[in-house]
């Protein structure tokens, strides 16, 4: 799939308007709308599409309710002979005229002509209020826009909170609150469906109630001083903050061949908090509508926030959309903005240089002599090729050759917000990876555990996450496990430099977990084991540290569904703190010319544990304890016997395969020595060793066997002091 698409920022002074025309490899083309501009502005749009050829609207944005952004839109739909508009995507009018009260008569007047656009377009278009999530593409799944801002939760707090109030009383707007998670409504919650539309990303008016609740009445002169004394908020801006910061955000992106191309349209955005937050990693814009004209950026509680939020989202190149108005756009945008490596293109046309010393204004118009910013820029994008109609005003990311220049230095201190802010993103993201390896571990208990059980690969997790529309939590999953691994959430397997091997995840064990797997491993009446090498110490804690576990893991995987693979890093060490937490003894026993140690832990001496092996044998069983020890033809002849449960016994399972091992011999209980020849039970390892026996002539009677067969498992055992 592949197409071409082309973004017109249209001229019209200071406002926005844009026009983005779709052409796909086979098809009609799609054409969207992104603002007007003030008046004047929709003649000027009009223009624009006659010569875009275009007989139909597919989608028109107005991002918010400024005159310089909804006055011209409302000039075009009034036109006579204006093209049919299928579907049109505006701000969501009521929770405004909830607190119209509040607002200058500049805003309520900007709130009247957005109702009254939508009023000469209900006839023949689809009108709804997006919100973050919403999204549109083109029949051919080329083209894709996304909402990513304003926050459902934001909207829902104009519309129906009791609080809302403050959000007009503070600048910046004050919208740290929006990456906390959301409480959970009520029962008996009038508003549910409200509510349901606003989580669906696209609000249909016919779902907001006309009762919509009162809210907290104060003096509006008196709030509007108070923000003046405060901030330094002009009575005819007052509430403007809650207007830009709640525009629509579109993310578009365009399938030309190869990866997407993405372009951001950020309204007046000004406050970028939310944005930052949801995406820390950026958004991969190579395209940017410079947010609020080129006003300045906030983040936090930093109002100029020009640098933090540049190299956040490092485009190729920006749309400036200023004629000097309000000493638009401002040198500090323009700065920052070069200093990432993008292209700016003004609407307006500088008429001079700065050649050396600082500049005298603080608005890169005034200081250039800039023209009115009537300049139409037309930007053609296919899959190997961007071109601008216009020369840049500024040019740093472009694909010609450049000259040798002398580097300035501009030192950016670290943001301690937006750590904070990707923090919370990636702790969201953690909750998300934990829920799903707990569910994972979940079915896997309800199937039944299993020896070799696999945990989930990364890549997996990755995928999951993409069929989720989890995307930004795809790309970083690294950093999502890693984070995970740090707060105790999960448990993952290292990999080298290279990653030859597959990096793999599982849910840590609970504390309900741990509980069961404790008490699975103190029902037991001795557990054998084994170390390799001898050049451990004698010390306790450290000979069951280097064990041989593959057994107790593969018990562990059929028992709690837990793999292999993180019994010896995760679980052993906890389980071996409670051994020595409950006093359990640790023997050890060498011999001469082996390469093993074997180990006997036990919660009592050698001689109780003996007494306690011998009165829990079942005397009917004593056949099958001896045929048990005996050997055949590399088969354990019978069975293990039902009441040997109680013991961890790693040597007892069906053909396995003997290393050397060392002869020992047993004393039976009869009066005549017969010399028996066994591997030690303990002595295993990977190469699974099965028990030798070269003929029992003793007594056979049941308390002989059972006392012959608990010998077998503790003779030869020295304390570990």
């Given at each position: 799939?592949?197409?071409?698409?082309?973004?017109?920022?249209?001229?019209?002074?200071?406002?926005?308007?844009?026009?983005?025309?779709?052409?796909?490899?086979?098809?009609?083309?799609?054409?969207?709308?992104?603002?007007?501009?003030?008046?004047?502005?929709?003649?000027?749009?009009?223009?624009?599409?006659?010569?875009?050829?275009?007989?139909?609207?597919?989608?028109?944005?107005?991002?918010?309710?400024?005159?310089?952004?909804?006055?011209?839109?409302?000039?075009?739909?009034?036109?006579?002979?204006?093209?049919?508009?299928?579907?049109y995507w505006g701000p969501c009018l009521p929770?405004?005229?909830?607190?119209?009260?509040?607002?200058?008569?500049?805003?309520?007047?900007?709130?009247?002509?957005?109702?009254?656009?939508?009023?000469?377009?209900?006839?023949?278009?689809?009108?709804?209020?997006?919100?973050?999530?919403?999204?549109?593409?083109?029949?051919?799944?080329?083209?894709?826009?996304?909402?990513?801002?304003?926050?459902?939760?934001?909207?829902?707090?104009?519309?129906?909170?009791?609080?809302?109030?403050?959000?007009?009383?503070?600048?910046?707007?004050?919208?740290?609150?929006?990456?906390?998670?959301?409480?959970?409504?009520?029962?008996?919650?009038?508003?549910?469906?409200?509510?349901?539309a606003i989580a669906s990303g696209e609000i249909?008016?016919?779902?907001?109630?006309?009762?919509?609740?009162?809210?907290?009445?104060?003096?509006?002169?008196?709030?509007?001083?108070?923000?003046?004394?405060?901030?330094?908020?002009?009575?005819?801006?007052?509430?403007?903050?809650?207007?830009?910061?709640?525009?629509?955000?579109?993310?578009?992106?365009?399938?030309?061949?190869?990866?997407?191309?993405?372009?951001?349209?950020?309204?007046?955005?000004?406050?970028?908090?939310?944005?930052?937050?949801?995406?820390?990693?950026?958004?991969?814009?190579?395209?940017?509508?410079?947010?609020?004209?080129?006003?300045?950026?906030?983040?936090?509680?930093?109002?100029?926030?020009?640098?933090?939020?540049?190299?956040?989202?490092?485009?190729?190149?920006?749309?400036?959309?200023?004629?000097?108005?309000?000493?638009?756009?401002?040198?500090?945008?323009?700065?920052?903005?070069?200093?990432?490596?993008?292209?700016?293109?003004?609407?307006?046309?500088?008429?001079?240089?700065?050649?050396?010393?600082?500049?005298?204004?603080?608005?890169?118009?005034?200081?250039?002599?800039?023209?009115?910013?009537?300049?139409?820029?037309?930007?053609?994008?296919?899959?190997?090729?961007?071109?601008?109609?216009?020369?840049?005003?500024?040019?740093?990311?472009?694909?010609?050759?450049?000259?040798?220049?002398?580097?300035?230095?501009?030192?950016?201190?670290?943001?301690?917000?937006?750590?904070?802010?990707?923090?919370?993103?990636?702790?969201?993201?953690?909750?998300?990876?934990?829920?799903?390896?707990?569910?994972?571990?979940?079915?896997?208990?309800?199937?039944?555990?299993?020896?070799?059980?696999?945990?989930?690969?990364?890549?997996?997790?990755?995928?999951?996450?993409?069929?989720?529309?989890?995307?930004?939590?795809?790309?970083?999953?690294?950093?999502?496990?890693?984070?995970?691994?740090?707060?105790?959430?999960?448990?993952?397997?290292?990999?080298?430099?290279?990653?030859?091997?597959?990096?793999?995840?599982?849910?840590?064990?609970?504390?309900?977990?741990?509980?069961?797997?404790?008490?699975?491993?103190?029902?037991?009446?001795?557990?054998?084991?084994?170390?390799?090498?001898?050049?451990?110490?004698?010390?306790?804690?450290?000979?069951?540290?280097?064990?041989?576990?593959?057994?107790?893991?593969?018990?562990?995987?059929?028992?709690?569904?837990?793999?292999?693979?993180?019994?010896?890093?995760?679980?052993?060490?906890?389980?071996?703190?409670?051994?020595?937490?409950?006093?359990?003894?640790?023997?050890?026993?060498?011999?001469?010319?082996?390469?093993?140690?074997?180990?006997?832990?036990?919660?009592?001496?050698?001689?109780?544990?003996?007494?306690?092996?011998?009165?829990?044998?079942?005397?009917?069983?004593?056949?099958?304890?001896?045929?048990?020890?005996?050997?055949?033809?590399?088969?354990?002849?019978?069975?293990?016997?039902?009441?040997?449960?109680?013991?961890?016994?790693?040597?007892?399972?069906?053909?396995?395969?003997?290393?050397?091992?060392?002869?020992?011999?047993?004393?039976?209980?009869?009066?005549?020595?017969?010399?028996?020849?066994?591997?030690?039970?303990?002595?295993?390892?990977?190469?699974?060793?099965?028990?030798?026996?070269?003929?029992?002539?003793?007594?056979?009677?049941?308390?002989?066997?059972?006392?012959?067969?608990?010998?077998?498992?503790?003779?030869?055992?020295?304390?570990?002091?």
């Amino acid at each position: 799939m592949s197409g071409t698409l082309q973004v017109e920022m249209v001229g019209v002074g200071h406002g926005d308007c844009f026009v983005l025309r779709w052409q796909p490899k086979e098809g009609d083309p799609n054409v969207i709308v992104i603002d007007g501009g003030p008046r004047g502005g929709g003649r000027k749009l009009d223009a624009t599409l006659k010569e875009l050829g275009a007989d139909k609207i597919d989608l028109m944005v107005l991002s918010h309710s400024d005159a310089d952004h909804v006055d011209g839109l409302l000039e075009y739909a009034k036109l006579p002979k204006r093209a049919p508009i299928k579907r049109y995507w505006g701000p969501c009018l009521p929770a405004f005229q909830r607190h119209r009260w509040l607002f200058p008569p500049r805003i309520t007047r900007g709130l009247d002509v957005a109702a009254n656009l939508e009023a000469a377009l209900r006839s023949d278009t689809h009108i709804s209020w997006p919100v973050e999530h919403a999204a549109w593409q083109s029949e051919d799944g080329g083209l894709r826009i996304r909402v990513l801002s304003p926050a459902g939760r934001l909207i829902e707090r104009l519309l129906i909170g009791d609080d809302a109030l403050a959000l007009f009383l503070e600048q910046p707007m004050p919208i740290g609150w929006l990456v906390s998670p959301p409480e959970e409504a009520g029962p008996e919650d009038r508003y549910a469906d409200l509510r349901a539309a606003i989580a669906s990303g696209e609000i249909d008016p016919a779902h907001v109630p006309d009762n919509l609740p009162g809210t907290s009445r104060v003096d509006p002169g008196a709030a509007s001083a108070e923000a003046q004394r405060d901030y330094g908020i002009e009575p005819e801006f007052f509430g403007n903050s809650v207007l830009n910061d709640t525009s629509l955000i579109l993310l578009v992106e365009a399938d030309l061949g190869g990866a997407p191309k993405r372009l951001l349209f950020t309204g007046d955005l000004q406050t970028f908090t939310y944005l930052m937050a949801n995406y820390p990693m950026g958004l991969g814009a190579e395209i940017v509508k410079a947010p609020h004209h080129g006003s300045r950026s906030h983040v936090g509680e930093k109002l100029d926030a020009y640098d933090e939020v540049w190299q956040w989202l490092r485009p190729r190149a920006v749309l400036v959309s200023a004629g000097g108005k309000h000493g638009l756009p401002r040198h500090d945008f323009r700065n920052a903005a070069l200093r990432t490596g993008a292209s700016l293109f003004c609407a307006c046309q500088r008429q001079k240089e700065l050649l050396a010393g600082p500049p005298r204004e603080n608005s890169c118009h005034a200081e250039f002599a800039c023209t009115k910013g009537e300049r139409s820029i037309r930007l053609d994008i296919a899959r190997d090729r961007i071109e601008a109609n216009a020369q840049a005003c500024g040019a740093q990311g472009t694909a010609h050759a450049s000259p040798v220049i002398q580097m300035v230095q501009h030192l950016v201190d670290p943001s301690a917000i937006l750590d904070r802010l990707t923090t919370a993103e990636r702790d969201r993201s953690v909750k998300w990876l934990h829920d799903v390896l707990k569910d994972a571990h979940a079915d896997r208990m309800a199937a039944g555990g299993e020896a070799g059980l696999k945990p989930v690969s990364q890549i997996q997790i990755a995928e999951m996450a993409t069929a989720r529309g989890f995307f930004r939590a795809s790309a970083s999953m690294e950093i999502i496990v890693d984070a995970a691994v740090r707060a105790g959430k999960i448990w993952a397997s290292n990999t080298d430099r290279f990653h030859r091997e597959e990096r793999c995840a599982w849910v840590m064990p609970s504390e309900v977990h741990w509980r069961k797997l404790f008490a699975w491993l103190l029902n037991h009446a001795v557990i054998l084991l084994s170390i390799e090498k001898r050049q451990v110490g004698l010390v306790p804690r450290e000979l069951l540290l280097a064990a041989d576990t593959k057994y107790l893991a593969q018990r562990v995987a059929e028992l709690f569904a837990f793999p292999e693979d993180m019994f010896a890093p995760i679980i052993w060490p906890r389980l071996v703190e409670r051994l020595i937490e409950k006093k359990w003894q640790v023997f050890h026993a060498e011999f001469d010319g082996d390469n093993f140690t074997s180990i006997l832990c036990a919660p009592v001496g050698i001689e109780e544990t003996f007494q306690k092996l011998v009165a829990s044998f079942d005397r009917g069983d004593a056949g099958a304890y001896l045929g048990t020890i005996s050997c055949s033809s590399h088969s354990i002849s019978a069975p293990i016997p039902a009441s040997m449960v109680g013991l961890i016994v790693p040597s007892w399972s069906p053909i396995r395969r003997a290393p050397t091992g060392r002869e020992w011999i047993l004393r039976s209980t009869s009066s005549e020595e017969h010399r028996q020849v066994f591997c030690n039970p303990g002595l295993v390892t990977d190469e699974e060793r099965w028990l030798l026996y070269n003929g029992y002539r003793g007594n056979e009677e049941p308390e002989a066997a059972v006392r012959l067969l608990a010998a077998y498992f503790v003779g030869g055992y020295e304390r570990c002091k």
